[in-house]
């Protein structure tokens, strides 16, 4: 059986449809396999044991369609069994069109399926970490019987001479070996695929000030001018640690550096895809145009993670198609900021630079409480860092640092306070008093966790009293192999120093005890901030206390500053309040707390606390209302 497989254009691409050749020649070992391919791709299926014979499309050559035909009928005259087009677009349509197989395999596409015996529909969203990119090619396999694929991860394929060749680039440029090596993917095939240079020198500088690692930049010598504008703008620190000129002389030398790195960081594109290729793990920043359910593979959130700017901002994509935003490409990533997932790579290299200490002799404190020896009791405590956002809590600062005397390390990330804050929390020797201008609860929260040490974290507030029973429940529970990556505790209502039972309190909760690996405040909350997690979650038997302000004026203005950053919100959600907004949902707040929730029982307080909170929701209207009375007037009278 003669097959041909049909992959035109880019790197990632080929690499991924090579799977095909390799489950095909696993299913069916006596059949030819010819891979038909561009002439830029080949150093990818170098050496590839399932290839039987590479068919090379050069477009430089073959320009126009009578080239394409000419080339088409000579291919046609392998009299193929089986053609597999997985690239579907006109150039393979005219090899499909000519050719004479019996069997021709592509996409359910609409006007083309006549192409075609097999036409195979793709789905929209990825059914496994593979990403739809491999999945919808192991899709092409199943009209030949192989429902079950033998591989589902692509290989590049190295000789002995490449990667010693690449070990001694590393010698010849003196890179200190015992450092974890990270490549940095600084330039996308084009621009509407290149992450801003600024924000690019940023995200290297945060690696070179904070890690012990080598970098390398990965350019091509026509880029190299901005691969200067990126290094020009590193610290004197990173720049120490970049091998710039670093660089192989052909794509195949590229891969035996690859190789010889650990992690691979930067913009989606051929760079990233041969590192998966090489084992290596990554970090992705897709552009905003590009569909990251198709090309997150093997996104599995601890060696394979990406962002999107979807990921923070889905209102801004609603409606358009990837080619309007390809087209005002520029607008989106102006909106892209490095803040915005600084604490997702933080958590990405945490998580790997730190395993290469204990993969060497090096001395780790944390003791491995998931190690083979779990059947011996973990006779060392496990460390625990408290973190706390403060502004002004001098009445309650003493009283917090009181409660968290269990853990080893106490972070505070203060506003600026002008009351006796600093002050008092510096007399206790465990505290990191650290100063950061407020912007938003999401990102104090996020900028403390980037601070702590230890994986196990506690985030109370200020204002929350952690009873005995509580702070022993919470050592035991993390020293002991704890079973959840996060745990949810109760939370007892105080308002005016009265225990509030309704009012919509009694099942009031909020996870305060987690992973700092598995966690971090979700970014597009400026307020009521909410912890997403990998893993499991639990509760904690013991419940806190919460107390909130002793008067109403106190109680509002705080629901007030809430309001606020909520407008913000929904402002980037371009949300327009209407009178649903402004009369029914503030009336609905009351009636839900002090009627359905049964504020009434709590007598007075109860319905203070509902009146207070339906005056909140009808000021968020109004805050809202101010941003865009304040946007018309700055904007132009055309």
Not at 481 to 497: E, H, I, L, M, S
Request: with cysteine; aromatic share 12%; hydrophobic share 35%.
């Amino acid at each position: 059986m003669k097959i041909l497989i049909i992959q035109h254009k880019m790197i990632g691409d080929v690499l991924i449809t090579s799977l095909l050749c390799e489950n095909i020649k696993k299913a069916i070992p006596n059949a030819t396999i010819d891979y038909l391919v561009n002439s830029n791709t080949l150093p990818v299926l170098e050496n590839n044991p399932f290839i039987d014979n590479k068919i090379i499309f050069d477009e430089k050559e073959d320009k126009g369609l009578l080239k394409l035909i000419q080339f088409s009928k000579q291919v046609n005259q392998n009299k193929y069994d089986v053609v597999i087009d997985a690239y579907s677009k006109l150039q393979s349509w005219v090899d499909v069109w000519i050719n004479n197989a019996p069997k021709k395999i592509s996409y359910k596409k609409s006007g083309r399926t006549f192409l075609y015996t097999d036409n195979v529909i793709k789905h929209d969203k990825p059914n496994s970490v593979l990403g739809l990119a491999i999945e919808h090619r192991l899709e092409l396999l199943k009209p030949l019987g192989i429902s079950t694929p033998f591989a589902t991860e692509p290989k590049l394929y190295l000789t002995e001479k490449e990667i010693q060749s690449a070990k001694d680039l590393f010698k010849k440029y003196q890179v200190d070996t015992s450092r974890k090596a990270v490549m940095t993917s600084l330039l996308g095939s084009d621009l509407s695929k290149t992450y801003p240079l600024n924000q690019m020198a940023k995200m290297v500088d945060f690696i070179g000030e904070n890690y012990n690692v080598n970098i390398l930049f990965n350019y091509f010598p026509k880029q190299l001018s901005q691969a200067e504008e990126v290094y020009n703008q590193l610290s004197e620190k990173t720049k120490s640690k970049v091998y710039f000129e670093l660089l192989g002389d052909d794509l195949r030398q590229f891969i035996g550096i690859a190789n010889e790195c650990d992690l691979i960081v930067g913009n989606d594109g051929g760079s990233i895809n041969m590192s998966k290729a090489l084992g290596k793990k990554s970090f992705i920043i897709f552009s905003p145009w590009i569909d990251k359910n198709v090309w997150a593979t093997f996104e599995d959130g601890i060696n394979h993670t990406s962002v999107h700017l979807k990921d923070y901002f889905p209102n801004k994509f609603e409606g358009l198609t990837n080619q309007q935003i390809k087209k005002d490409v520029n607008s989106f990533y102006m909106l892209f900021d490095f803040e915005l997932f600084k604490s997702n790579l933080k958590n990405f290299l945490d998580q790997h630079i730190k395993e290469s200490l204990k993969n060497n002799s090096f001395a780790v404190d944390e003791p491995n409480i998931n190690s083979t020896n779990i059947g011996l009791k973990n006779t060392m405590s496990t460390k625990i860092s408290a973190l706390l956002i403060a502004y002004n809590e001098e009445k309650n600062i003493q009283r917090y640092l009181n409660d968290v005397d269990f853990a080893d390390e106490i972070i505070i990330v203060d506003s600026y306070s002008t009351d006796k804050t600093e002050q008092i929390a510096l007399q206790n020797p465990k505290v990191k008093f650290i100063k950061r201008k407020f912007d938003n609860f999401t990102n104090q929260r996020n900028y403390a966790l980037s601070i702590a040490e230890n994986d196990w974290i506690t985030f109370f507030d200020a204002d929350e009293g952690i009873p005995d029973e509580l702070k022993k429940e919470i050592k035991e529970t993390v020293n002991n192999n704890p079973q959840f990556d996060v745990y949810y505790v109760y939370r007892k209502f105080f308002f005016k120093n009265k225990y509030i039972k309704y009012t919509g309190m009694q099942n009031d909760k909020a996870i305060r005890v987690f992973r700092k690996s598995k966690s971090r405040y979700r970014l597009d909350r400026m307020v009521h901030e909410i912890v997403e997690y990998e893993g499991k979650a639990g509760f904690l038997k013991n419940k806190l206390d919460h107390y909130t302000f002793d008067n109403e004026e106190e109680y509002l203005a705080k629901l007030n500053s809430y309001s606020k950053l909520r407008a913000k919100e929904l402002r980037l959600k371009n949300l327009k309040p209407s009178f649903f907004h402004r009369k029914i949902k503030p009336a609905y707040r009351f009636f839900n707390y002090y009627i359905i929730r049964l504020g009434f029982l709590d007598g007075q307080e109860g319905y203070t606390i509902a009146k207070l909170h339906a005056i909140s929701v009808a000021n968020r209207y109004k805050y809202l209302d101010e941003i865009y009375q304040e946007e018309n007037l700055k904007s132009p009278i055309n």
